[in-house]
T-cell receptor, first 111, second 114 residues
């Protein structure tokens, strides 16, 4: 069945280092969404990418959607302790109006 | 006030008990979802509803049932709870019809089954 795989599962960085998480789908996606879940919190929508090769930035966060629309990445430049949390990608499942989520990447930042 | 409210926030119960988790929303969204979250497995869809008369199974619906009492209310039931249903449960809503708008999550219900 359709799968969305995310790597790495965990990433520990020193504050100020960069961080990247990767998302790969077994099928072509019409769009991809990214969410952040702070420890003890709920997932919060960050962004949606729709176009092949699209790149969007939110301050220190850069989101990319692959040319084939089967992969995506989230890059954080110069991490801060406020970036701690789990980052999820999610793509539409069989075009049925529901999402399939990746397993998430848990980011910890050491001050 | 939260736009998506889940009750209870925490629940500890015993194997075999019937449990209902409730979700209400003030966002006016038609689409509502129930997910469970387990460490390392991300969010898995249990059931979803696109309007009051529409109920659909997700990827892990066995052992669960739902009721969409109104546009704003979507409840999840465990008819006879078992320990491997111990998890964090999230309700979410989405307002984009015919597309894939962002999902808005409640604060979650942490459920422990002994």
């Amino acid at each position: 069945g359709q799968q969305v795989m995310q790597i790495p599962q965990y990433q520990h960085v020193q504050e100020g280092e960069d961080f990247t998480t990767y998302c790969n789908s077994s099928t072509t996606l019409s769009n991809i969404q990214w969410y952040k879940q702070r420890p003890g919190g709920h997932p919060v929508f960050l962004i949606q990418l729709v176009k092949s090769g699209e790149v969007k930035k939110q301050k220190r966060l850069t989101f990319q959607f692959g040319e084939a629309k089967k992969n995506s990445s989230l890059h954080i430049t110069a991490t801060q302790t406020t970036d701690v949390g789990t980052y999820f990608c999610a793509g539409p499942y069989n075009q049925g109006g529901k999402l399939i989520f990746g397993q998430g990447t848990e980011l910890s930042v050491k001050p | 006030d939260a736009d998506v409210t889940q009750t209870p926030r925490n629940r500890i119960t015993k194997t075999g008990k019937r449990i209902m988790l409730e979700c209400s929303q003030t966002k006016g969204h038609d689409r509502m979802y129930w997910y469970r979250q387990d460490p390392g497995l991300g969010l898995r869809l249990i059931y979803y509803s696109f309007d009051v008369k529409d109920i659909n199974k997700g990827e892990i619906s066995d052992g669960y049932s739902v009721s969409r009492q109104a546009q704003a209310k979507f409840s999840l039931s465990l008819e006879s709870a078992i320990p491997n249903q111990t998890a964090l449960y999230f309700c979410a809503t989405s307002g984009r019809t015919g597309g894939f708008g962002p999902q808005h999550f409640g604060d979650g219900t942490r459920l422990s089954i002994l």
